[in-house]
């Protein structure tokens, strides 16, 4: 379940979080934790966050590195998710957001480089990791290193 998230990126204490809908922090602990919530919990939650029910039961993907997949990578590949490690928690949907934003604020400071050369220079380094963020989902989908995590397995 993407509650934590959620809660976390409209900069939500859980305590606010409960408060505004109507449910008891613990609640909101345990569902954050991995256990299922009732129907009409989900509902109090979704109508405070403004998205549907089902937007709050959507999957969370993250490497395994105990599967055969991730160890049978190639050294060069397990590089570069690991430095994903160093980012945030390594989730698929993290790498797409990143590498649209590269290719997004990428193609901005090129067109910046018609004025000035330093933003040239900072638009191919953007669009370079734009590049290399979606060969790191890419070879995460081929491979098949992302799994479902604990959390989302509970609902």
Same mark, same amino acid.
């Given at each position: 379940?993407?509650? #934590?998230? $959620?809660? !976390?990126?409209?900069?939500? *204490?859980? =305590?606010?979080?409960?408060?505004? *809908?109507?449910?008891?922090?613990?609640?909101?602990?345990? !569902? =954050?934790?991995?256990? #299922?919530? *009732?129907?009409?919990?989900?509902?109090?939650?979704?109508?405070?966050? =403004?998205?549907?029910? *089902?937007? $709050?039961?959507?999957?969370?993907?993250?490497?395994? #590195?105990? +599967? &055969?997949?991730?160890?049978?990578?190639?050294?060069?590949?397990?590089?570069?998710?690991?430095?994903?490690?160093?980012?945030?928690?390594?989730?698929?949907?993290?790498?797409?957001?990143?590498? !649209?934003?590269?290719?997004?604020?990428?193609?901005?400071?090129? &067109?910046?480089?018609?004025?000035?050369?330093?933003?040239?220079?900072?638009?191919?380094?953007?669009? +370079?990791? &734009?590049?290399?963020? @979606? $060969?790191?989902?890419?070879?995460?989908?081929? @491979?098949? !290193?992302? @799994?479902?995590?604990?959390?989302? #397995?509970?609902?």
């Amino acid at each position: 379940m993407i509650l #934590k998230q $959620l809660r !976390i990126s409209r900069q939500l *204490s859980q =305590e606010q979080l409960a408060l505004m *809908s109507g449910l008891n922090v613990r609640t909101i602990q345990r !569902i =954050e934790s991995g256990q #299922k919530p *009732s129907l009409e919990s989900l509902k109090c939650l979704a109508s405070v966050l =403004e998205v549907d029910v *089902s937007t $709050l039961n959507q999957e969370i993907f993250m490497i395994d #590195k105990n +599967t &055969a997949n991730w160890q049978n990578l190639p050294f060069w590949l397990k590089c570069c998710f690991s430095m994903n490690l160093l980012i945030a928690q390594p989730t698929r949907s993290i790498a797409k957001r990143v590498e !649209i934003l590269s290719h997004i604020s990428g193609f901005l400071f090129c &067109a910046l480089g018609l004025v000035n050369q330093v933003a040239l220079a900072g638009g191919l380094i953007m669009l +370079t990791n &734009a590049y290399l963020f @979606y $060969l790191l989902v890419w070879q995460g989908d081929k @491979y098949g !290193i992302w @799994y479902e995590s604990p959390e989302a #397995k509970n609902t």
